[in-house]
């Protein structure tokens, strides 16, 4: 979807509504329908007291009187009151037709809505760029992409369709009501003010405790999925009782405030049916006495009555849609939040350029959003095509940002990154990311059988592709070690494999691909050294004319590229051969001795 603002909420949800109008149009329609034949019965009721049993004038239309005079008037139906029954019946079963097709169509809209509103959101959230996902929480994202959705949609379905049923509704049991009495209409219409004044009230009260609610969901749902994707480091380090006694510390806060949510409904649902009642029995008492004045025949009071009884619901329903509109709208802007988040998007001239240049890093220097200070600061380095860079520093010295900024994860404060030639910022994205295959120091692996994760950059890979790559990587024999070999299904995050196995499937996830550039951000950290320099041997072989880059606390996984720099605060600090910073004597020959005397001291 194209970056769009949505000022407000009414036009957020009318671009969700989109191909469930037609649905949402015909419910409302059939629901009109409804609602005008729930008003025939009780005026058949009202006619049969007063005019077939009693013998008073008829009140009914002209057309319909025509209609009972050609079947032989009052006196066919004092002999036949199984005719009336018969038109009772035959309105309820026309009613409960029409409430049938407006409760299908509702249902069908309902469905497309969440549908548009699932697809829509997952779309934009996977366009949004690698900052604001820093920024949010995952848990508080699922949380508005369920919950939130599903609010929307009951406001939508249940309350807002029935709106147009229960305005024809009262609109139609007042103007029967006022056809029958005056005074008595207007008093059960003095209740109506009573009704919608204290369902204002709770509108505002209950709006303001659904989004603290929400917001302790979002909290809730946080801590369940840290812990689920992390439950090997819960166990590892013993911190269950410690997550235990946070999450329970969180549902509680969560509980707490539903029981004050509910207290608040509970309080408004109590004041609606002691006011209904209480007007129930004014117009019952009041009705009667003008029965025994002779003011109202007993047909009249029987019809009033009903109308009145048709009145109240839609009356109530327009409350509770004011108290759910208060849920709807805290839930819509919720949604409105992501959906107004700017997603990546590439200039009108951003090309798709050749990728098998040198890599130019010039004068870049970067800092990250609330960061102390600056992760890069004025780092200058060429890599040459299809040669072999190796990059070292300590944690935090600035290696990986350098990788986020060639793959515009990231863009540059000052500086400029490019290749060929051609500044990252200028190149889209989509082909950018195609040609810079990136193995990460911590890889994702997806619920899926080992086959499809190594695939994944490659639908239609071969078998023979797959094991191909898992060969260079170093992981295939590991795989025919499974009892299911490379249908072995891997759990979330790749929980059932260890560091090494994710390490190097992630390789083989790249090499799938072929890519003219390749990063390996120190994604050779879990595996020994013997299978660190299996797996580099294999790729020195394979690699073909790729421009590979290697990140690495390792001089060994480094020693044998073209050029090392050494990265310290942010900068450059050194830069040369192996051999050539070996003789300057500087950080990286310190680095090397360190490394040197561990190894040996291991083998002794």
């Known amino acids: ?18 191909g469930a109008k037609r649905y949402f149009l015909l419910a409302v329609m059939f629901a009109g329908l409804v609602s005008m034949l729930e008003m025939v019965n009780p005026r058949i009721i009202g006619y049969t007291v007063d005019c077939v049993l009693d013998d008073k004038e008829s009140t009914l239309p002209t057309f ?5 005079e050609s079947i ?30 407006f409760r299908l169509n509702n249902a069908k809209g309902a469905e497309r809505l969440v549908k548009t509103m699932r697809d829509e959101l997952f ?14 929480r995952t848990g508080d994202i699922i949380q508005r992409c369920t919950s939130d959705v599903e609010q929307i949609k009951m406001f939508l379905s249940e309350q807002l369709t029935s709106l147009f049923r229960i305005s024809v509704l009262l609109a139609m049991s007042i103007a029967f009501m006022m056809r029958i009495n005056v005074r008595l209409a207007l008093c059960a219409l003095a209740f109506v003010p009573v009704i919608m004044g204290y369902s204002y009230y709770f509108h505002r009260k209950i709006g303001s405790a659904f989004q603290k609610v929400d917001e302790e969901e979002g909290r809730l749902s946080s801590i369940a999925q ?26 509680s806060a969560y509980t707490a405030m539903w029981v004050r949510l509910m207290d608040l409904m509970a309080a408004f649902w109590c004041s609606g049916d002691m006011i209904s009642y209480l007007q129930i029995l004014v117009i019952v008492a009041y009705g009667a006495a003008l029965c025994v004045q002779g003011v109202l025949t007993a047909g009249a009071y029987i019809e009033f009555i009903s109308y009145n009884n ?26 409105m939040y992501i959906m107004n988040a700017e997603q990546e998007k ?21 800092q990250y959003e609330n960061a102390s200070g600056k992760a890069l600061d004025d780092v200058s380095f060429v890599i040459p095509a299809k040669s072999t860079f190796g990059i070292i520093g300590s944690t935090g010295s600035g290696k990986s940002t350098l990788m986020y900024l060639l793959d515009k994860v990231y863009e540059t404060n000052d500086g400029v990154v490019s290749v060929g030639g051609v500044d990252v910022r200028k190149i889209k994205s989509s082909w950018l990311r195609q040609n810079v295959g990136m193995v990460l120091q911590e890889p994702y692996l997806f619920s899926r059988k080992l086959s499809e994760n190594i695939a994944i950059a490659k639908a239609d890979a071969s078998m023979e592709e797959i094991r191909h790559v898992a060969r260079i990587a170093a992981i295939d024999d590991s795989i025919e070690k499974f009892s299911d070999g490379y249908d072995t299904y891997v759990g979330e995050r790749g929980v059932t494999l260890s560091g090494g196995q994710k390490q190097r499937t992630a390789i083989a996830q790249m090499l799938i691909k072929k890519p003219p550039i390749m990063v390996f951000d120190d994604s050779l950290s879990a595996v020994d050294a013997e299978t660190d320099e299996k797996i580099r041997h ?48 500087g950080v990286y020959r310190r680095i090397y001795d360190l490394q040197s005397r561990q190894m040996q001291e291991e083998k002794e």
Not at 3 to 18: C, D, E, P, T
Not at 64 to 68: A, G, P
């Open 1 to 18: 979807m194209d970056n769009k603002k949505f000022k407000s909420k009414a036009s957020l949800v009318m671009y969700f509504l989109r």
């Open 64 to 68: 319909v009187n025509r209609l009972i």
């Open 72 to 101: 032989g008037g009052r006196g066919y139906l004092v002999g036949h009151l199984h005719v009336i029954a018969l038109a009772v019946i035959f309105f309820a079963l026309l009613s409960a037709l029409c409430r049938y097709l």
């Open 123 to 136: 779309t934009h959230i996977l366009g949004l760029p690698f900052s604001w996902h820093a920024e949010n």
């Open 226 to 251: 840290e812990n689920l994707t992390g439950v090997r480091v819960v166990r590892a380090f013993g911190r269950e009782k410690y997550e235990r006694t946070r999450f329970e510390k969180q549902n």
């Open 310 to 335: 048709l009145m109240l619901w839609p009356v109530r329903w327009l409350g509770r849609v004011v108290a759910n509109l208060s849920k709807a709208g805290i839930s819509i802007e919720r949604l």
């Open 346 to 366: 590439d200039a009108s001239d951003c090309i798709e350029a050749p990728m098998d240049g040198d890599i130019v890093f010039e004068h870049v220097s970067f």
């Open 538 to 585: 294999a790729l020195k072989e394979s690699i073909g004319e790729s421009t590979v880059i290697l990140i690495s606390h390792r001089i060994t996984t480094l020693m044998e590229c073209d050029n090392i720099i050494v990265m310290d605060h942010g900068r450059v600090i050194e830069q040369g051969s192996h051999a050539a910073l070996l003789e300057k004597g």
